[in-house]
T-cell receptor, first 112, second 116 residues
Framework: SQKIEQNSEALNIQEGKTATLTCNYT??????LQWYRQDPGRGPVFLLL?????KEKRKERLKVTFDTTLKQSLFHITASQPADSATYLC???????????FGSGTRLSIRP | ETGVTQTPRHLVMGMTNKKSLKCEQHLGHNAMYWYKQSAKKPLELMFVYNFKEQTENNSVPSRFSPECPNSSHLFLHLHTLQPEDSALYLCASSQERATSMLRELFFGEGSRLTVL
């Protein structure tokens, strides 16, 4: 079965620095990969989607990369702010199945 | 109202109670989902409905019973639950396209369930 690992349970960085979160998967590559943000007690909110034939996607201070050789996606937040503190979820969809599989998330804390 | 609305936001129930969670989406989507989120575990897909028809049942115990009367409403009926069923139950919707599997999920705020 497919497995998703998000690099660490928690990440703590200084405001203004770039936060980099990792999503690794096993076996074959997904058709596309998504990143969601979840605040405590709230539902996840969609941020970005990247297809398997895309290397990089950007949206404002966010950047996602997708390396099918390494079986890895990186999620970057540049010029991080305390308001970026949240849990970030990686989610994969495979062409052989329609369901979306989520990782357990990385809790990001940005300290002033 | 906009987006995906879930009620109640919090629910405490005993193991012998019967209760229901409700979800309503105002996005015009044609697919709805129930996910379970337990502490430090990935979101677990429970049920998927496309055009009111159940297309996925991820080996969920029968004490959880979904109902989808139309594309905008989804219920999760709860009966004789166990304490380990305590979790955040999230509803989501998406727009399914015949020509593409690309879709993003729009989640509600969740219903926090505690089973005593």
């Amino acid at each position: 079965s497919q497995k998703i690992e998000q690099n660490s349970e928690a990440l703590n960085i200084q405001e203004g620095k770039t936060a980099t979160l990792t999503c690794n998967y096993t076996n074959y590559s997904p058709a596309y990969l998504q990143w969601y943000r979840q605040d405590p007690g709230r539902g996840p909110v969609f941020l970005l989607l990247i297809r398997e034939n895309e290397k990089e996607k950007r949206k404002e201070r966010l950047k996602v990369t997708f390396d099918t050789t390494l079986k890895q996606s990186l999620f970057h937040i540049t010029a991080s702010q305390p308001a970026d503190s949240a849990t970030y979820l990686c989610a994969l969809t495979y062409s052989s199945a329609s369901k979306i599989i989520f990782g357990s998330g990385t809790r990001l804390s940005i300290r002033p | 109202e906009t987006g995906v609305t879930q009620t109640p936001r919090h629910l405490v129930m005993g193991m012998t109670n019967k209760k229901s969670l409700k979800c309503e989406q105002h996005l015009g989507h044609n697919a709805m989902y129930w996910y379970k989120q337990s502490a430090k575990k990935p979101l677990e897909l429970m049920f998927v409905y496309n055009f009111k028809e159940q297309t996925e049942n991820n080996s969920v115990p029968s004490r959880f019973s979904p109902e989808c009367p139309n594309s905008s409403h989804l219920f999760l009926h709860l009966h004789t639950l166990q304490p380990e069923d305590s979790a955040l139950y999230l509803c989501a919707s998406s727009q399914e396209r015949a020509t593409s599997m690309l879709r993003e999920l729009f989640f509600g705020e969740g219903s926090r369930l505690t089973v005593l």
